[in-house]
């Protein structure tokens, strides 16, 4: 069986170092929100082009 060696910093953690949660702007949540409907438009626009291949072999 091999051994790990792991150093300090992943064992307990970088000392000194504090969690946050990143802060966004408006900017951001604007694109974010433009980007999802986006994707969304595309999800429709391409089961559409499903449906519509489906019936064109079913003939």
Do not use: P
């Not at 792991?6 to 951001?28: M, V």
């Not at 974010?32 to 072999?57: P, S």
């Amino acid at each position: 069986m091999a051994k790990l060696i792991l150093s300090q910093a992943s064992q307990k953690g970088i000392q000194g170092a504090r969690k946050g949660k990143l802060k966004t702007g408006k900017k951001y949540e604007e694109l974010v929100k433009e980007a999802d409907n986006r994707i969304e438009e595309n999800h429709y626009r391409y089961a559409n082009a499903y449906k519509k291949a489906e019936k064109y072999l079913a003939r």
